[in-house]
T-cell receptor
Framework: DAGVIQSPRHEVTEMGQEVTLRCKPI?????LFWYRQTMMRGLELLIY????????DSGMPEDRFSAKMPNASFSTLKIQPSEPRDSAVYFC????????????FGDGTRLSIL | DAKTTQPNSMESNEEEPVHLPCNHS???????IHWYRQLPSQGPEYVIH???SNVNNRMASLAIAEDRKSSTLILHRATLRDAAVYYC???????????FGKGTRLSVIA
């Protein structure tokens, strides 16, 4: 079975540029989560969706960050404009609605803003 | 959010059992105890979860104290591949956003 697929795996760009991170959840999973990992703050939730609807975006750092889920098989996290402090590893995870099932994580996108 | 307390690091010899402790004295009645681990350069990976009874799966065992204020993840025979950061997390379900602490960094010595 294909797991959660994230792209790109690595992204290096200059400050001020727009960055778009992509995630394909596991088919049939109704929940999708975006997390960010930094050395200083560890792993923290940015936003999560249920049935393509954002449920909680209180973890989104500021207006420069936006996330969408146009359909059940695709989500994007966009940063515009990007800043060096946005450098981190961004993880996407998905989980099904039924039962107390765990979250499945992708391998992450390592983002470096110069 | 209910918090968990774990040792920063632990070390084990290969092929030996490993007991990773977690304290969660403020756990609520509906909180499940979840364990995830993160291998180097990978996303977190689910290990096991439980509510009140001890649980076993192919990866590990979870021993939960009777008062549920602490739990222990047991790796029966540590391998080099088990070297990772192990996170103990309280959550109502897998659909609940996970709150990660610092976890326990497990080193396995050959």
């Amino acid at each position: 079975d294909a797991g959660v697929i994230q792209s790109p795996r690595h992204e290096v760009t200059e400050m001020g540029q727009e960055v778009t991170l992509r995630c394909k959840p596991i088919s049939g999973h109704d929940y999708l989560f975006w997390y960010r990992q930094t050395m200083m703050r560890g792993l923290e939730l940015l936003i999560y969706f249920n049935n393509n609807v954002p449920i909680d975006d209180s973890g989104m750092p500021e207006d420069r960050f936006s996330a969408k889920m146009p359909n059940a098989s695709f989500s994007t996290l966009k940063i515009q404009p990007s800043e060096p402090r946005d450098s981190a590893v961004y993880f996407c995870a998905s989980s099904p609605t039924s039962g107390n099932q765990p979250q499945h994580f992708g391998d992450g996108t390592r983002l470096s803003i110069l | 959010d209910a918090k968990t307390t774990q040792p920063n690091s632990m070390e084990s010899n290969e092929e030996e059992p490993v007991h990773l402790p977690c304290n969660h004295s403020t756990i609520s009645g509906t909180d499940y105890i979840h364990w995830y681990r993160q291998l180097p350069s990978q996303g977190p990976e689910y290990v096991i979860h439980g509510l009140t009874s001890n649980v076993n799966n192919r990866m590990a065992s979870l021993a939960i104290a009777e008062d549920r204020k602490s739990s222990t993840l047991i790796l029966h025979r540590a391998t080099l591949r088990d070297a990772a950061v192990y996170y103990c997390i309280l959550a109502f379900s897998g659909n609940t956003p996970l709150v990660f602490g610092k976890g326990t960094r497990l080193s396995v010595i050959a």
